[in-house]
């Protein structure tokens, strides 16, 4: 699933191409993606239609479109595309909505799982995900804030880091990412964080998710693509996501994956320790 720096690429290229844009037409090719709005594909046709692209803004793993005081929140969910094309283009194999602007051009949205969704939110220009907390992108963001409301939980670190009500946009290539280099165990207990650790594995957060932006994002397959339809080369750069067997880049052992959730987390044993004191989970 595209994590903050990935959607954030997505948002910054649709930014450059459709603020200042009105949308002439609308056609939804698929009920799914609208399934949110009470009267459907026909009502989401009849609210866009004429409306002009103020901006286009983000947060965690969220983006809209601000529309004056109205927003249109894009969810990319595991597989979802905006694509700025040609109406003449072949449309992608996909293809869930088109959005024809006032220059002639088509943003499309193409979502293969369909996991992902458009949601229209009257007045929600400002703030249409309020359940979701702030980034570290945020310009409110207080990392001092949130190490401290962590250490408060509970729970363990990369169960914090991926709890999108305390800290949002971090999923779990970049929760893996910032514990290795914080040097922290996935199951290592908030309650047992100093505030300087806990403020250290948010910052490296903070400064992988930095390094994954300017790479364009993660791709690991073609589901994932900036509206040009480039892939991000982050990928070359993790440390320990996705590398089971290989050596660390810190001390040369073999990294290994454990089960976390339903998902997998990769660490390694011998920098990456549980503390003393503590039962091992996995």
């Known amino acids: 699933m595209p994590e903050l720096p990935e959607v954030?690429?997505?948002?910054?290229?649709?930014?450059?191409?459709?603020?200042?844009?009105?949308?002439?037409?609308?056609?939804?090719?698929?009920?799914?993606?609208?399934?949110?709005?009470?009267?459907?594909?026909?009502?989401?046709?009849?609210?866009?239609?004429?409306?002009?692209?103020?901006?286009?803004?983000?947060r965690g793993k969220y983006m809209w479109l601000a529309l004056e005081s109205d927003a249109l929140v894009m969810h990319l969910g595991m597989s979802g595309q905006f694509r700025i094309n040609d109406p003449a283009d072949d449309l992608a194999r996909n293809t869930r909505a088109l959005f024809t602007l006032d220059d002639g051009r088509q943003l499309r949205f193409v979502d293969q799982r369909m996991f992902g969704g458009l949601e229209w939110i009257p007045g929600g220009a400002k703030s249409p995900v309020p359940h979701i907390a702030l980034d570290p992108f945020d310009d409110d963001y207080d990392v001092v804030d949130v190490a401290r409301r962590m250490r408060a939980r509970r729970t363990t670190v990369k169960r914090a880091l991926l709890d999108q009500a305390m800290v949002s946009?971090?999923?779990?290539?970049?929760?893996?990412?910032?514990?290795?280099?914080?040097?922290?165990?996935?199951?290592?207990?908030?309650?047992?964080?100093?505030?300087?650790?806990?403020?250290?594995?948010?910052s490296h957060a903070h400064a992988v998710m930095s390094d994954a932006l300017e790479a364009g994002g993660t791709s690991f397959d073609s589901l994932y693509v900036n509206v040009n339809g480039e892939s991000g080369y982050f990928a070359?750069?993790?440390?320990?996501?996705?590398?089971?067997?290989?050596p660390c880049h810190r001390c040369g052992t073999a990294l290994v994956r454990r089960r976390f959730a339903n998902r997998s987390s990769f660490l390694c044993p011998k920098c990456q320790r549980m503390p003393k004191r503590v039962v091992k989970g996995t």
């Open 169 to 202: 946009g971090i999923g779990n290539i970049y929760a893996d990412e910032s514990l290795w280099r914080a040097r922290l165990h996935f199951d290592h207990p908030t309650e047992r964080l100093t505030q300087r650790r806990a403020v250290d594995v948010l």
């Open 236 to 246: 070359r750069s993790l440390d320990v996501y996705g590398r089971e067997g290989l």
């Open 8 to 58: 954030e690429v997505v948002r910054r290229g649709l930014a450059g191409l459709v603020t200042g844009r009105r949308i002439e037409a609308v056609h939804i090719l698929h009920p799914r993606p609208v399934r949110s709005h009470p009267s459907g594909a026909e009502g989401m046709t009849r609210v866009l239609a004429g409306r002009t692209i103020d901006s286009v803004r983000r």
